[in-house]
């Protein structure tokens, strides 16, 4: 392949471009917002579902105590009929009035009992109360620095694409400068090559593979026309000669 050396000089300047895009691309990928934000959207995911869930078990505690509640008024009625049959002195036989008595305290531990339960199934609820209003507040306070990194997020994005949009056009105007069979090259082996396509040859070593070259190559090189464009024999990149090359 034939190209001016001027041309091949700068594909230089077309990979210092090419560098600092990928630089560019590789600070808005990792910007530390994004894993706070990442993080953070995570947690509120948590603390959504916690949500549901206590307050599904407060929607079960309601149900719970309104049936407690109901235990405790049936027992207290019935209590309540048996003491007025038995104040209202129509029973006169002893055995009666006696398993009367028995009945109405039997009712009186039952309600007594089901009264406990009734204070335990509120106090379970006063607890899921606290744990949702807890919740509930971490979630706000989650989505208040959510937002908060969401806008520097924005903004450091913003400044990056800025930066990218310029050195996009400085690298269009370049890249105008190097014939398109170079060009195809210079691009294919960017992509083969971790990004480095083309390096400057610097007093004998290639600066793609910092590999100094041998004294055959370099005689090669020295003996090649200015125009032609000359690869590393070790990692292949496409050498740009200059005053410094050392030949």
Do not use: W
Not at 13 to 26: F, P
Not at 65 to 71: G, T, Y
Not at 116 to 140: C, H
Not at 155 to 177: C, M, P, S, W, Y
């Amino acid at each position: 392949m034939k190209a001016a050396p001027d041309a091949q000089k700068r594909l230089i300047d077309l990979q210092e471009l090419d560098g600092s895009l990928d630089r560019l691309a590789h600070r808005r990928r990792t910007l530390p917002e994004l894993a706070e934000i990442e993080r953070l959207e995570a947690r509120r995911t948590e603390l959504r579902d916690a949500i549901v869930a206590a307050e599904t078990e407060i929607g079960d505690l309601d149900r719970e105590q309104r049936k407690a509640e109901q235990d405790v008024d049936q027992v207290r009625v019935r209590a309540e009929r048996d003491q007025k049959r038995l104040d209202s002195g129509q029973i006169t036989s002893a055995k009666d009035l006696s398993g009367l008595q028995t009945e109405i305290e039997s009712l009186h531990r039952r309600q007594s009992d089901l009264e406990e339960v009734v204070l335990e199934i509120m106090e379970r609820r006063e607890a899921a109360d606290g744990r949702v209003a807890a919740l509930r507040a971490e979630r706000e306070k989650a989505e208040e620095e959510l937002t908060g990194l969401q806008t520097r997020r924005d903004e450091a994005q913003q400044k990056i694409d800025a930066e990218i949009e310029l050195t996009t056009a400085a690298r269009k105007g370049v890249a105008g400068d190097v014939p398109d069979d170079l060009l195809a090259l210079y691009v294919k082996l960017r992509g083969q090559f971790g990004g480095v396509g083309a390096a400057v040859l610097h007093r004998g070593s290639c600066q793609g593979c910092r590999l100094a070259l041998n004294t055959v190559d370099l005689n090669r090189i020295r003996a090649a026309a200015p125009d032609e464009v000359i690869r590393c024999e070790e990692c292949r990149r496409i050498l740009v000669r200059t005053a410094e090359s050392g030949l």
